[in-house]
């Protein structure tokens, strides 16, 4: 019997899938496919956690009032995303507790993107133009993602991202219009960025264990090598527009492929930052840590003062 | 004009600085829900520090941007009261220190609104709804932890100790405070403090707090006179006007 | 000439962000004695990096002075390795930072009396006898921590997880390094690297501490790519000079 | 017999004392001899130790290289001048432990200046100049002071201290040839620093209830009010060689006393500093139990190590 029901159940669930009908999450759904999906929200809502400290590094040096209202604001909104998407993710039975624990345990990935520093103002501009540029190409086949909570969630997500992406475009103008201390300033950045960012499509399709499935299941609806080619179609004509060079050599335009031929990422880099090993890891790991380990007693004395009180009104309620 | 120029930058100062202290805990909140909270007031509070210093420099008609009001001037010539400019040290000192800010903040606006000076007075309106949020929000935090837990209550206690010294300094009036209340510009503090005084103390009896006795007051960041606390928090506020001045970014 | 001034720079911005790191613990040290201890460290570090960027500059020949060498650059265009610019955390990883370095700094400083580079020989000289002084000093609080309280050992093994990850770029050629050592102005390090574990693995086994195993080893500091940590400490150093740039002092 | 023999005993202090011979730590002396100078000793060790704290706040942003290391170094002395002045205490049967203990439970004092913030870089300039010149003014007599030990000490501070006074009227001077922002700079600092130097030669002489005692043992050599005046008539010309106004209206050349009349120190502002109400006299404490506390097993693992290291040497003997 159980066999027969779990067979129609996962045949109503692919056809679901194939017409495009979003899965809800008292639907029934596959094992791998929760688990999948799971990995992935947590995975990014972690990304939107992590990825306010590099830019909240320099939310007390920012050189306006105005930029640091706007930045602070930024950072702001990736805590509201953080909030949605472990939402999204605990409509999947899973704990926000559960995955800030996996979180700095080690267990639970990050986008390894924000284990580099942020070294001067520019890498402010460039964080906002490159990597939410990057963030944006692989979220936005997400709004059609087949999971329902996480299709809304990225909804709004991708929305206040191409505001964000904006902003970080008009860093980099101001700088690059500015004084020449400015734009030298835009252009280390870019140096710096470029190829971390090209890294965040992961890695190639070849080497992409996951691609397949997730594919298959309209989790993902491109792949790796797809998106950042997109991206860098997309990006270089901006980087020339702002008169900044794009560090790499082997850029050029292919006519024949209607996109530009560029340089391999160094994967070795790419690997090790995955394995824990970038520049920033362990600070962006240990600043999380201590954050949640210094604000226990807050969360401690929310509970105790919450069940006090429901007992206090209990009690009246009672008289 | 002088004077409210003078008076406009101390208010401009006092948001600043509690708003760049409640931003340096931006990532490192307690609970992901209150670091969102903490970056809204201090996005409330830089907001109103823009528009004062844009007033105080239209007031004082010399050219200069809020920038400059902000960044090109030293310690030794910001205007804001102690409170504001102490370290955020754990939760609850931060907690502490927006509460005792925030009733004075809430009542001192809601006066302002009705000054004559226009100025003045559009910026409190505007600033008055965001601040009876903050108010709320204290209050709330200060009677969680102060009816919490065991440890929660000391050391929201211990805040209270450490930070009551402080809270004289929001009602001892200046000598331009003085005069703008004579002149009917700004409300006289001695009713604020009342007002204060009746919410302060009906937090602390709801949160199980006591108000330390006898503690003496500390003054001077109305005139210049700052902790050395300050002087750190400007090298990181300042930096980058500083090092590359009269630039756009 | 140009790979001279890169270099002097580099060993400029160590000797300074080392010594300004241990600065920061005047008045705030565990023992009254290891508080003048550090300062006199801080002090010989200091005055090893006046004499190199005072040498930079003269090689620069552009009329620059040291403070210009060390106030006007920011974080990416200086050249120190990751590890000189660890924060301080507590006296066990203030100790271990230092240690891991003097052990460097005494075999470089030693070998580079010999460069035919007579600046930078000279330099060398005056700033070997001190660095041997360091040497012992930080050797022996390993040992002392190592081999003292059970949570000693603790903390101490803790800072030498944590650090150990820095030591790797100090002995990591650039290319202007790698130049320099092949043209004989400087040694090749893999000689210093040598030396440097003897008198590190000796230290150690007396302490009783364990070298972590297969580390992975940050580099990038040297070539610009800093940590976080750099960018406020610049804040402070540079301020004043940021500030009122171009005056006298 | 007793009293014969401590008579015979105060007899031979109060002779040694007329003909400025030295007590020294084997001596007798009288019980509220030594309580005096331990009281005074110990203060003057914990004003050095304390005072290391509001210079030791412009160290890391001196500026200029040279300046930073001659700052530091002039900290570092006061960290020096704070072991002879525990040494010299010593003698006297208190441990460096309990005298530290003292400070941090606030039953010993220290110097009130220092519970006064620096706010600029002038702040420096003002301290070497205006405080460590009336530190001198009152240090230089001690030279003379009647035990041995606290004497000897004197010698190398008095020493020291002239010289940093020479570096703090040194940073005076560049500032006020220098650019307005710097002449203004010091002229704020001046005025926020001259009227609690002049309160460092302690309460009028009336109402100073030590003085006397302390006169006729030859502890102290001047009363507070002879101290004080001789200050005011030393730096007022200075003051107008650097082109500084000082901040005080009932300023006034006297030719019959050939000395400066001045106004009155505000000693409301003098007790409530003293009673522990001045702007830094909590931070300043709190910086110091904090650095003692975090600092214990650092001690405690000295302790330990040179015991094993002892116990070692002691075996491998006995073999």
């Known amino acids: 019997m159980e066999t027969i029901i779990e067979k129609s159940l996962e045949e109503a669930f692919e056809e679901k899938i194939a017409k495009e009908i979003r899965i809800e999450p008292k639907d029934w759904m596959p094992e791998q496919y929760r688990k999948t999906l799971v990995r992935q929200i947590s995975q990014h809502a972690h990304s939107e956690i992590v990825g306010m400290l590099p830019e909240g590094n320099w939310i007390t040096r920012a050189p306006s009032l105005k930029r640091k209202a706007i930045l602070l604001s930024k950072v702001q909104d990736e805590a509201g995303h953080g909030l949605y998407l472990y939402s999204a993710a605990e409509t999947l039975g899973t704990s926000r507790d559960q995955m800030i624990a996996d979180l700095h345990s080690g267990k639970a990935k990050y986008s390894s993107i924000f284990n580099y520093p942020t070294l001067s103002w520019a890498d402010i501009g460039a964080i906002g133009w490159l990597v939410d540029g990057a963030a944006i190409m692989n979220q936005v086949p997400l709004i059609r993602t087949s999971y329902g909570p996480y299709a809304r969630a990225m909804v709004r997500v991708c929305k206040e991202e191409s505001f964000h992406q904006r902003q970080g475009f008009e860093i980099m103008m101001s700088l690059c219009n500015g004084a020449p201390a400015q734009k030298k300033m835009a252009q280390e950045a870019f140096n710096r960025w470029w190829w971390p960012t090209l890294m965040m499509f992961g890695p190639k399709d070849a080497e992409s264990p996951n691609t397949e499935q997730s594919m298959r299941w309209k989790i993902k609806r491109f792949t790796n090598d797809e998106l950042r080619q997109r991206f860098v179609d997309m990006m270089v004509p901006q980087a020339e527009f702002l008169g900044l060079t794009v560090p790499d050599k082997d850029l050029k335009w292919n006519e024949a492929k209607n996109g530009y031929d560029f340089g391999d990422v160094d994967w070795e880099e790419f690997w090790n930052v995955v394995k824990g090993n970038g520049p920033c890891n362990k600070d962006r790991i240990n600043t999380r840590v201590k954050a949640y380990e210094e604000g226990a007693w807050v969360r401690e004395a929310a509970l105790a003062h919450a069940q006090k009180r429901a007992a206090r009104e209990a009690a009246n309620q009672a008289k | 004009r002088a004077l409210v120029y003078d008076y406009t930058l101390q208010l401009a100062d006092t948001s600043l600085i509690l708003g760049h202290r409640l931003s340096e805990w ?195 960041g109305k005139t210049g006179r700052h902790s050395e606390h300050l002087g750190y928090l400007l090298t990181e506020l300042q930096y980058l006007q500083r090092a590359y001045p009269g630039l756009e970014w």
Chains 1, 4 share one sequence.
């Not at chain 2, 007031?41 to 007031?59: F, H, N, P, T």
């Not at chain 2, 300094?169 to 403090?193: C, H, N, R, V, W």
């Open chain 2, 26 to 220: 931006c990532g490192h909140g307690p609970i992901l829900e209150q670091d969102l909270a903490m970056a809204n007031i201090a996005l409330d509070l830089i907001g109103e520090s823009r528009s004062l210093y844009q007033y105080a420099a239209e007031l004082e008609g010399q050219g200069r941007t809020e920038d400059d009001l902000a960044s090109l001037r030293d310690a030794v010539e910001y205007k804001n009261p102690l409170l504001v400019e102490q370290p955020n040290g754990d939760f609850g000192d931060t907690v502490m220190r927006q509460f005792l800010f925030d009733g004075f903040h809430f009542f001192l606006l809601k006066e302002l609104q009705n000054s004559p000076d226009k100025g003045l007075a559009g910026i409190a309106a505007k600033s008055f709804k965001e601040a009876s949020y903050h108010v709320k929000w204290s209050a709330e935090w200060i009677i969680r932890l102060g009816d919490g837990t065991e440890e929660s209550r000391r050391r929201i206690q211990k805040a209270l100790d450490n930070l009551w010294m402080f809270s004289g300094e929001l009602y001892t009036m200046t000598d331009t405070e003085k005069a703008l209340a004579q002149a009917g510009f700004i409300p006289d503090y001695s009713g604020l403090l009342s007002q204060w005084e009746a919410h302060v103390g009906k937090v602390f009896a709801e949160a199980t707090l006591e108000v330390p006795q006898n503690v003496f007051m500390q003054k001077g």
